[in-house]
């Protein structure tokens, strides 16, 4: 079975412009959760998907977005991009998005805002 | 949500356990403390998870304080594929991670 995938691997966008971040969940779970990981840092948490509706946010602001579609695989948009938008956006799927569920995390799409 | 708190690094001889500690004293009733680890361009892998009581798996045990303030990750015999950054992490029942700063665990031949 193939893990969680995410597109693209990279992307260089400039300040100001859109990016939208995409996330393929393995077969069978239904949840969707991103991250954003700056270099030499922790992930933090933006969003947690559950059947299509957001069960959880971060601190993040208005700028970032989300959705899930019927097939479970999600977009994150990030409008207006600034430079510290610059990182690595984790996507990862769990079955039904419990906190006691284990979450498969995808290789990441690293944005670079120049 | 605050930040669960870790030491930044630690360094272990191979073939040796390794205890690696963290605090999460703002922690909730309901919020499961969960283990990952990261290699270099890659994304966190699952090691372990528990509630209250002391887990054991394949990978590792997780030690539980019984106030849940803190608890600890426990290798029991490190190897040079140990070798990663371990993070420490709160799961709330609505669907929120935080994340610590991490550990990164060196591993010495």
């Known amino acids: 079975d193939a893990g969680v995938t995410q597109s693209p691997t990279h992307l260089i966008k400039t300040r100001g412009q859109h990016v939208t971040l995409r996330c393929s969940p393995i077969?069978?779970?239904?949840?969707v959760s991103w991250y954003q990981q700056v270099l030499g840092q922790g992930p933090q948490f933006i969003f947690q998907?559950?059947?299509?509706?957001?069960?959880g946010r971060g601190n993040f602001p208005d700028r970032f977005s989300a959705r899930q579609f019927p097939n479970y695989s999600s977009e994150l948009n990030v409008n207006a991009l600034l430079l510290g938008d610059s990182a690595l956006y984790l996507c990862?799927?769990?079955?039904?998005?419990?906190?006691?569920?284990?979450?498969?995390f995808g290789p990441g799409t690293r944005l670079t805002v120049l | 949500d605050a930040k669960t708190t870790q030491p930044n690094s630690m360094e272990s001889n191979e073939e040796e356990p390794v205890h690696l500690p963290c605090n999460h004293s703002?922690?909730?009733?309901?919020?499961?403390i969960h283990w990952y680890r990261q290699l270099p361009s890659q994304g966190p892998e699952y090691v372990i998870h528990g509630l209250t009581s002391n887990v054991n798996n394949r990978m590792a045990s997780l030690a539980i304080a019984e106030d849940r303030k803190s608890s600890t990750l426990i290798l029991h015999r490190a190897t040079l594929r140990d070798a990663a950054v371990y993070y420490c992490?709160?799961?709330?029942?609505?669907?929120?991670?935080?994340f610590g700063d991490g550990t990164t665990l060196t591993v010495k031949p």
């Open positions: 990862a799927s769990s079955l039904d998005g419990q906190n006691y569920n284990e979450q498969f």
């Open positions: 703002t922690i909730s009733g309901t919020d499961y």
């Open positions: 992490i709160r799961n709330t029942n609505a669907g929120k991670s935080t």
């Open positions: 998907y559950y059947e299509k509706e957001e069960r």
């Open positions: 077969s069978g779970h239904k949840s």
